[in-house]
């Protein structure tokens, strides 16, 4: 279900049940409500559409109502502070539809149980609706409401002194009414003692809501002295600082922050946090919290830094700590510590800045406010910039011209409002870094096109909600004055890198002659900004030389301005003057009136009557007379004028009342519009319901035949039924031989696998059988060498026996020869022992090759008997499978 048709819904059902006001309406609007609690309902109240608007209206009137169910108003609430999510919505419904007093109201009515679930729901919702919300003191139910809180913040539920207390800090903040309420009553300084003895309480949030409280009731009196003093201030700073690094949830740490910026508002207090020895490492762990994606602790953590910067000495402390260079041992510290090293907090802020967070436009924003801030103390002190300045803007300079390329601002009031407050940040903080040192690196990055493009964007959207060329609301005339803020800093950006930027010159003179300048410079210089009249006269002082520039069209509008701004102050002074007169001392300056027409008719008749004014005129100079009608005459005239501006005021009263009656027309119209859509969609509902009756009739008719298919199906599959057992049983014979061919196969491949291994053996024992072989045809051919070498020594010694001379001569040889003979048949005798080795194993190994020849010849046997046997297996199979095809053919022409 869309938004708009659950809005529609509910608020029917609103409606009906304010007509009838029935338990079963009751439940009908609770479950309704509970339905719309799962809407998304962001920027829903905000948006100023009628339906949600008129739910509202309707919601919160029955929340107030004392007859509406416990359940229902539970539902409501819970609904309400649903579509109260941001900023807007909250105010929205605190401010137009007074709910803070409906929920003030309800908690009245439940006080004798504060234990209720309703009264800590109604008491967590003020605390949210509350939060940076102005509430006067004069309202019908603050006194209530107060004494409700005083009396049960002293009692010992913690689930109801927490909501109490931080309800209390919030309407005690920045509220002196409520204040000097506070301080009146009479059991005060019972209160002041609860609160001092919640200071030891085990919950870090109940003590930053009863500092708050303390803080706003007690700082500047005697009690606020000695609890904020010298002694004990430091003590309250760390726990602070240790509940804003360390807290447990956004809620305490965003009241720590609000405490810690309301104690710096005084003086004596933001010294004593000057001289704090802890503050470079607080202020470090703090920024180590940028590094987080949550956008509420971000904006959180640099809400707090920008407070700190508004003091002067803590603003150079903050420059020291953030620009810090980063070494070594302070990297690896903030590893361990998990806090970020120094280097990383530039880094968190530069992230921030061009966040892609969802809800981190507003940290950006405060980001570029913190940078300016800090990047302004060189400037404002005279000081040089460091080189981890220096090298922070470095990296800082191509971020925030990435945020000057962007895109296009995007239509809408919101939207256009948040980009003209970042192009003003963002050329203030060009402007912050331009002394001598950096204006080159800065110069060298930034283009006149780009300037110029920006220029241009905002003179569009400056011109196009100018409060005089239409007469626009307050909202439409703060959106000029920011168009026209940040033209005027990108303009004096131009201004000041004229010289050093190509074309820059050229941009800046073409656009101080534009004619839409006019409307940016006569709001500059009507401004109650010192700074931004201070900006527009000198750029007045560049452009009046200038041929073209419009000074007489500048005129004009600068005295139309005034004129506009003279008549705002007239109205808004007669609204004071119409509110600030009760209803009784206008009733008595009208009778008074009326007496004075009396007695000067009275005196008239007298002076018409001769006799009588000569006898009263001879004792008092003609003179008196005259200074009696003067004074009656002013009198008359100051009645007058009394009486012209209660005219005027019923005149404003009478506009509003036509304005209300036109939004009633115009409501009812929209009434009678949707009134009008509800009966055509009646009348196609009707027309619909008669197709779908046609239709109906027809399905019936298809029922029949379909019960009539039902019944040829039911016995087709009854053969089915019979087949499909019939399949079955053959399917379990098909898997057992699928089992034994896959067994079978199984035992052939471990067979092939060994018929392979003794194969490979039977090669290398013929392998080394060739070897042996060999190595005797070398043996052999070897000894027959030898044996041919005896031969001839044989034959050499017969001839030397006949030679008995040359057998002493040769003795000595011959016995050589005789000791070389022996030692050859040696060697042939070990030759031999060698060759009859080989020769059993050349036995051997031929008996081992029969062995295995044989083995081949049975296992080539086996390997043919189950080769037959698998291919009977596989006859088998065909047979099935032809089988099992024959069967599901005949299947599928059953079917068909």
């Known amino acids: 279900m869309d938004a708009a048709t659950c809005l529609k819904s509910l608020l029917l059902a609103i409606q009906q049940y304010r007509d009838g006001g029935t338990a079963q309406l009751a439940a009908q609007l609770q479950r309704q409500v509970e339905v719309s609690c799962g809407l998304q309902c962001e920027n829903l109240l905000s948006s100023g559409q009628f339906l949600p608007t008129e739910c509202v209206s309707g919601l919160v009137e029955l929340a107030g109502n004392p007859n509406t169910s416990p359940a229902l108003t539970s539902a409501i609430i819970s609904l309400l502070a649903q579509l109260g999510s941001d900023d807007a919505s909250r105010e929205i419904l605190h401010s137009n539809y007074n709910l803070t007093g409906t929920l003030a109201a309800v908690i009245h009515c439940h006080s004798s149980t504060p234990g209720e679930p309703l009264v800590l729901q109604c008491l967590q919702v003020l605390q949210k609706l509350t939060y940076n919300s102005r509430t006067f003191q004069f309202t019908n139910y603050i006194h209530d409401l107060i004494a409700f809180m005083f009396h049960h913040s002293q009692s010992q539920n913690d689930d109801i002194i927490m909501p109490c207390l931080g309800l209390m800090a919030n309407l005690c903040r920045d509220n002196p009414s409520v204040q000097c309420h506070i301080k009146s009553m009479d059991n005060v300084r019972q209160f002041y003692r609860t609160l001092i003895n919640f200071l030891a309480h085990n919950s870090l949030t109940v003590v930053i809501f009863t500092l708050s409280i303390l803080a706003s009731l007690t700082l500047n009196e005697k009690v606020g002295e000695k609890l904020f003093d010298a002694k004990n201030i430091h003590q309250t700073f760390q726990l602070v600082f240790n509940i804003i690094v360390n807290g447990d949830g956004t809620l305490t740490r965003k ?147 990435g945020l000057l390329k962007g895109p296009d601002p995007p239509q809408g009031e919101a939207h256009l409002r948040k980009h003209c407050q970042r192009i003003a940040h963002v050329s203030t903080l060009l402007l912050n870094i331009l002394p001598d040192s950096t204006r080159s690196l800065v110069s060298s990055q930034v283009s006149a096109q780009l300037c110029f493009a920006q220029v241009d964007g905002l003179l569009s959207c400056c011109h196009g909600n100018s409060p005089l060329t239409s007469l626009a609301p307050a909202s439409s005339s703060d959106l000029s004055q920011l168009c026209a803020e940040a033209l005027l800093k990108t303009l004096e950006l131009m201004s000041k890198l004229r010289q050093q930027v190509t074309d820059m010159e050229t941009s800046f003179y073409r656009m101080l002659q534009d004619q839409r300048t006019v409307t940016p410079l006569s709001l500059a210089l009507t401004s109650h900004h010192r700074e931004h009249v201070q900006t527009a006269l000198s750029l007045l002082a560049e452009a009046t030389p200038l041929p073209d520039f419009p000074s007489l069209v500048l005129g004009e509008s600068i005295a139309a301005n005034n004129a506009y701004r003279q008549r705002e102050a007239e109205l808004s002074a007669k609204r004071v003057a119409v509110q600030g007169v009760p209803a009784l001392r206008a009733s008595s300056s009208v009778a008074e009136v009326s007496s004075g027409y009396r007695s000067v008719g009275s005196l008239v008749e007298k002076i018409q009557s001769g006799l009588e004014l000569q006898e009263q005129t001879k004792d008092s100079p003609l003179s008196d007379i005259i200074d009696v009608y003067e004074q009656k005459l002013a009198g008359f005239a100051s009645k007058e004028s009394r009486l012209q501006d209660l005219l005027e005021a019923k005149a404003l009263a009478l506009s509003q009342a036509d304005r209300l009656i036109a939004q009633y027309r115009l409501q009812r119209a929209q009434a009678e519009a949707e009134a009008r859509k509800l009966a055509g969609l009646l009348k196609d509902a009707e027309r619909r319901r008669e197709d779908l009756q046609g239709e109906l009739s027809n399905q019936v008719l298809e029922v029949e035949r379909s019960k009539a298919d039902m019944e040829e199906l039911l016995q087709h599959n009854a053969r089915l039924q019979r087949d ?126 029969s062995s295995l020849e044989l083995q081949k010849s049975q296992l080539e046997a086996k390997l043919k008997q189950k080769e037959d046997e698998l291919t009977k297996h596989s006859a088998m199979i065909a047979m099935i499978h032809s089988l099992s095809s024959g069967k599901m053919k005949s299947d599928v022409n059953l079917s068909l």
């Open 255 to 401: 009241y720590s922050v609000d405490l810690l910026v309301d104690l710096l508002k005084n003086p004596k207090i933001a010294a004593y946090l000057t001289r704090y020895q802890h503050l470079s490492a607080c202020v470090a762990q703090v920024l180590g919290l940028l590094q987080s994606k949550d956008p509420d602790s971000a904006a959180t953590v640099l809400e707090l830094l920008l407070a700190m910067c508004r003091v002067t000495d803590l603003r150079s402390q903050l420059c020291a700590v953030v620009f810090r260079p980063s070494g070594p041992r302070l990297r690896a510290a903030g590893v361990r510590q998990g806090g970020g090293t120094d280097g990383g907090r530039g880094l968190a802020l530069l992230q921030w800045l061009n966040s892609p967070v969802e809800g981190g436009d507003k940290c950006s924003l405060q980001t570029l406010q913190l940078l300016n801030e800090l990047l302004e103390v060189p400037i404002l002190f005279g000081l040089c910039v460091s080189e981890s300045t220096l090298s922070f803007v470095e990296v800082l300079l191509p971020v925030v011209l």
């Open 724 to 849: 499909s057992e019939e399949h079955q049983t053959l399917k379990g014979a098909y898997n057992a031989l699928l089992n034994r061919f896959s067994e079978s196969e199984r035992l052939l491949k471990e067979l092939q696998a060994a018929h392979v291994s003794l194969s490979k053996q039977m090669d290398t024992l013929r392998k080394n059988h060739e070897a042996l072989q060999h190595q005797r045809d070398k043996l052999t051919s070897a000894l027959q060498d030898r044996e041919e070498e005896i031969r001839c020594l044989q034959s050499d010694l017969q001839q030397r026996d006949g030679l008995t001379a040359d057998l002493r001569s040769k003795e000595e040889a011959l016995k050589e020869a005789e000791q070389k003979r022996r030692d050859l048949e040696e060697t042939v005798d070990v030759l031999r022992k060698e060759l009859s080795k080989t020769e059993q194993a050349r036995k051997e190994a031929s008996i081992k090759a």
